[in-house]
């Protein structure tokens, strides 16, 4: 898993869809899909229950958000 699969995972999480996290992080709906695609695989469970064009988070993704979350922080602190 990379930093880029995490941030496209909360960012979808946050956003509640794929277009409006690929819009936030500045990417394409395809590329981020295949980030998220990516992490499903690893897990080998799905993350996100799609709905048409909304998602809703799989009871993997409520488990892996704040770790996923967290993540982020301490990448931010990193860098500061």
């Known amino acids: 898993m990379t930093l880029n699969q995490i941030r496209a ?3 979808v999480a ?3 869809g794929f ?3 690929a819009r936030a992080l500045g990417m394409s709906h395809s590329t981020l899909n295949s980030q998220i ?3 499903e695989r690893e897990y ?3 993350l996100f229950h799609r709905r048409g064009r909304r998602v809703e988070l799989s009871s993997l993704g409520v488990e892996l958000l704040p ?3 967290r993540m982020l922080a301490l990448e931010g602190d ?3």
Request: charge should be negative; avoid cysteine.
């Open 19 to 21: 277009t409006a996290a």
């Open 44 to 46: 080998g469970a799905d």
């Open 9 to 11: 995972f909360v960012a």
């Open 67 to 69: 770790l996923a979350r």
């Open 78 to 80: 990193m860098s500061s």
């Open 14 to 16: 946050h956003d509640g």
């Open 37 to 39: 695609q990516l992490m």
